[in-house]
């Protein structure tokens, strides 16, 4: 004799479901079944244990489909199967057995958490690497800087002044505002000179070496290394978020700057 649930179960079930706002289905799929899993599963547990023909039948799904996912269900540990006058018939657990089930894979995954944290420590950083052209690409660099708030240390040229006019000083009195530290390594020129007397308000220190003139920019900051081809008609900026860069020119700086006065 087959198992049937109750009207009062149903009537129960439905009413809660709709407090939460949610169906039958939509739920079990949530839990990680496939919407013809859902039909199969429903229809099994409606009729308490039947055949795989009933099931099939009860669910409208073909009988070959539903054999498979009835043997699905067994290897999960969502049905248990018994033989009754030589037939083979199915039963699948309620819901207090799926929110064990959803429990002991909790305990799994927590058990080997710490492994995967250093699995995932060792997995290779690939660099992401933007590029970007005119004097749009160099505001968006230096709006990064800003956006970001590292500290930044820059090998650098006075012909930034040059090329982005109006706008860079504009950076500079941002920078200063949100008191993002700067380090300067720059030719020795007049305009380096008038840099270094503006440090103190500007929140930066520079320094210069002779004869060290360039025609690129180099920032630092955070995980991020920006470099700007400053050459009208063709400035091209690129900028590579990777920390092993980012320290490599923070160390190639370091040696520049102690050799900057």
């Not at 007049?190 to 920019?217: M, V, W, Y």
Request: overall charge positive; aromatic content about 8%.
């Amino acid at each position: 004799m087959l198992v049937k649930k109750t009207d009062k179960f149903n009537n129960v079930l439905t009413f809660v479901l709709k407090m939460v706002e949610i169906s039958v289905e939509e739920a079990l799929e949530s839990y990680g079944f496939s919407s013809k899993e859902v039909k199969v599963y429903l229809a099994c547990l409606e009729l308490g244990t039947a055949t795989a023909n009933e099931i099939a039948n009860k669910a409208d799904v073909n009988r070959s489909t539903t054999y498979d996912l009835l043997k699905s269900f067994l290897e999960r540990g969502i049905a248990s199967k018994v033989t009754k006058d030589k037939a083979t018939h199915f039963e699948v657990v309620g819901s207090e057995r799926l929110i064990a089930l959803l429990d002991e894979k909790k305990s799994k995954i927590q058990s080997i958490s710490n492994q995967l944290k250093l699995i995932q420590q060792h997995t290779v950083e690939k660099p992401v690497v933007q590029l970007f052209e005119g004097g749009e690409g160099v505001k968006t660099i230096l709006e990064d800087i800003l956006e970001t708030k590292k500290p930044l240390i820059s090998i650098s040229t006075s012909k930034i002044f040059e090329i982005m006019g109006y706008y860079f000083p504009l950076y500079i009195k941002k920078r200063a505002e949100l008191k993002i530290p700067a380090q300067v390594v720059q030719e020795v020129s007049k305009a380096t000179q008038e840099l270094r007397s503006k440090d103190k308000n500007e929140f930066r220190e520079t320094r210069s070496i002779p004869g060290f003139n360039l025609s690129s920019n180099i920032f630092i900051y955070g995980d991020k290394v920006a470099i700007i081809k400053l050459v009208k008609n063709e400035l091209i900026s690129v900028l590579i978020t990777d920390r092993v860069l980012a320290e490599d020119h923070q160390k190639m700086f370091n040696i520049l700057w102690e050799k900057a006065k």
